[in-house]
């Protein structure tokens, strides 16, 4: 085999080294398996209301991470965010819940937490909290939202839970 074939065989198998690469990069993966196995999902919140994901989807009983990032400059007393994790309900429910847990300062969150499966704290802008917990075994739609006052008719979401 003489150089140039070798260098063509070189640029033809970077180049569909690249298109692998490009073909993977297109569904963007909201999430990252480090080194003790345990999945993590970033979320990010800003001044706008809105989370960067409405939709997380998990095996029942995974174990997950979930790391909220306030990426707003605004402080946590007029535009606070936080990730609560709700047992499964309609959006009237939902709302009834970011309704009671609302008037709860300083946590946003209601003295009985039977609904509530997992939550972060409210963070201010530029903060961040990182959460642990297991994903029900019961498979179906969880509903996640912020309960700063005012928040949830936009900032909430559904964590789908399917073997
Ligand atoms: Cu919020």
Redesign the pocket.
């Known amino acids: 085999m003489n150089h140039p074939t070798r260098i063509l065989l070189a640029l033809v198998a970077g180049a569909s080294l690249l298109f692998t690469g490009c073909g993977k990069s297109e569904a963007p993966a909201p999430s990252a398996a480090p080194a003790d196995g345990v999945r993590t999902i970033e979320i990010t ?1 800003n001044d706008t ?1 809105k989370f960067n994901l409405t939709e997380i989807r998990a095996q029942p009983g995974e174990k997950l991470r979930v790391a909220l990032t ?1 990426l707003g400059r605004m402080p946590k007393q007029a ?4 990730w609560v994790l709700l047992t499964p309900r309609d959006d009237a429910a939902v709302l009834a819940f970011a309704a009671s847990a609302a008037a709860r300062m300083p946590d946003y969150l209601p003295d009985d937490k039977s609904a509530v499966l997992a939550h972060t704290r409210i963070l201010g802008g530029g903060e961040s909290d990182t959460i642990e917990f297991t994903v029900p075994a019961q498979p179906g739609e969880y509903p996640f939202l ?3 006052p005012g ?2 008719a ?2 909430k979401g559904k964590l789908i839970v399917r073997p």
């Open positions: 919140a209301m306030n535009m606070g965010h936080n912020c309960t700063f928040h949830a936009l900032m």
